[in-house]
């Protein structure tokens, strides 16, 4: 008896060639680099807006003058540059009572380009948000109340600002990589017949 005969071993079968990724991959890609630009420039925008922001403004002429602001945080003076050491009174109109004016927790400025720049003078927590204001004339001017800038959401808004779009950009960025080299490998999604 005769061994059976096998065929000759024709080694492991080959892989099969997957399929090249669809473009509305390589969509999605820049779709995550551009919205990561756009969620940047907007935190960026959010957070500078919210230290230019002005509540009310108010002439530096001794006379009271009745304003409400926000009460969702603390309020910040702001005078020009050319005003140095006002006088300025605010009552709380609801209550009567004289609202402290404190130092700012740092030294603030900001630049209007030819209007001139604006220092913060103080702050304070503006009670029920009706006020009235008196401010003794130095030189003829306005005081504007905006929001107290919060040094730490102020940065932090800032760095996410700056975070955000190297991260979502960063993913997209991979995913091109990634997409790049499954195209170069690939077979065609439609095989030639």
Do not use: N
Request: with cysteine; net charge negative.
């Amino acid at each position: 008896m005769s061994a059976p005969q096998y065929p000759p071993y024709g080694g492991p079968p080959l892989p099969q060639k997957r399929h090249r990724p669809s473009g509305w991959w390589f969509a999605l890609a820049g779709a995550v680099i551009v919205a990561g630009v756009a969620v940047g420039v907007t935190v960026l925008v959010l957070t500078v807006r919210g230290f230019l922001a002005t509540d009310a403004t108010v002439d530096v002429d001794a006379r009271p003058h009745s304003v409400t602001v926000p009460t969702d945080g603390d309020r910040i003076l702001w005078f020009d540059e050319s005003v140095r050491e006002p006088t300025c009174e605010i009552l709380d109109e609801e209550s009567g009572a004289e609202i402290r004016l404190h130092d700012p927790d740092a030294s603030y400025t900001r630049d209007f380009g030819s209007a001139g720049d604006q220092y913060g003078a103080w702050t304070f927590d503006p009670g029920s948000g009706k006020l009235s204001v008196t401010c003794s004339p130095s030189l003829q001017t306005v005081v504007e109340i905006g929001p107290a800038p919060d040094f730490g959401s102020f940065f932090g808004g800032l760095a996410l600002g700056i975070f955000l779009p190297f991260f979502l950009g960063g993913i997209g960025f991979l995913m091109l990589i990634v997409l790049g080299v499954l195209f170069a490998t690939g077979r065609p999604r439609r095989d030639p017949a």
